[in-house]
């Protein structure tokens, strides 16, 4: 699928595309992080549990930690927004990041339910699987799945986290974002190859992703799994803003234009339908 148009992108981006560029998914970390974990999660707890600010001697005498350590961790968690440094002693209580996090994912539940019905709609209309994704940080998670295909065996959900370039509800978010976020979500995820199929190259990427915004829909053609064809479409919320994607799924040997037309029409009009629900409710 190839597009003449312009992206019309950042001067970083056509270097890196003029560069040919090639990414792929960094090693493993290694390090001590899980104590790390655990000693920041003991101060959170410490932090919430407490009616007033914490000086940074209180804070590590509670957790059990040397002031040098504990002032470590809790200034990576005020850089991260979930503590504040406040009064004129500069003690420590949390903010309301916590609360913030908590809302994300009960509007995502929310997200889900407004959804499901036509989803569940689209599902038995196609005879297909249909699926509802979010992108969270620089990850897709899918948030919903509706029906089976016959003879398509589902995917490792893993591996589809971090392959939004091979994947139809990946590129239908990844083609509305700006430059600078595509960069980051393939910088850190990478341009893994998973098939002959796969787009491997930031160019071919980004060619593709013109041919989503011109068409209004994304298609994963055989390019996360051989024999497997999916057709994803952009949700929308009342600020136009993309918030999520749905996608239908099939196997490769229904693949004939008029069976491609015919799933591309269910899922850009179920996309354009809920788009507008979510408008209505103000979502």
């Known amino acids: 699928m190839t597009d003449q148009g312009a992206i019309g992108g950042t001067a970083s981006l056509s270097a890196k595309v003029a560069e040919g560029a090639r990414f792929a998914t960094g090693g493993p970390r290694t390090g001590k992080s899980i104590q790390a974990v655990d000693r920041a999660l003991t101060m959170l707890e410490i932090l919430a549990g407490s009616k007033e600010a914490l000086g940074l001697n209180e804070l590590a005498a ?6 040098s350590t504990c002032h470590h961790l809790v200034q990576t968690l005020v850089g991260r927004g979930y ?12 903010s309301s ?28 209309q196609l005879g297909e699987a249909v699926q509802l994704a979010t992108l969270h940080g620089t990850k897709l998670v899918t948030q919903l799945r509706v029906g089976r295909s016959s003879a398509v065996v589902e995917v490792d959900e893993i591996r589809k986290m971090t392959a939004l370039h ?21 910088s ?13 190259m930031l160019h071919g990427l980004i060619e593709e992703l013109r041919h989503v915004r011109r068409h209004g829909f994304a298609i994963d053609d055989e390019e996360l799994r051989d024999g497997v064809v999916c057709v994803g ?18 196997a490769a040997h229904k693949n004939s234009d ?4 015919h799933v591309i029409t269910g899922v850009t009009e179920t996309a ?9 409710n103000r979502y």
């Open 233 to 250: 479409a952009a949700i929308r919320d009342e600020k136009g803003a993309v918030i999520a994607s749905i996608s239908a799924t099939y």
């Open 97 to 124: 990041r916590l609360n913030e996090l908590v809302e994300l994912q009960a509007g995502e539940a929310d997200l889900a339910d407004i959804v499901k019905p036509e989803i569940e709609a689209l599902a038995e």
């Open 62 to 67: 509670r957790a059990g930690l040397n002031a």
């Open 166 to 186: 091979a994947t139809a509800t990946g590129k239908a978010i990844l083609a509305w974002l700006p430059d600078a976020e595509i960069m980051r979500v393939i």
């Open 272 to 280: 354009r339908r809920l788009s507008d629900q979510l408008k209505a």
């Open 258 to 261: 008029a069976y491609r037309t």
């Open 83 to 94: 503590v504040l440094q406040v009064g004129r002693n500069r003690g420590y209580m949390l």
């Open 188 to 200: 850190e995820n990478g341009l893994d190859r998973y098939t002959s199929k796969t787009i491997t």
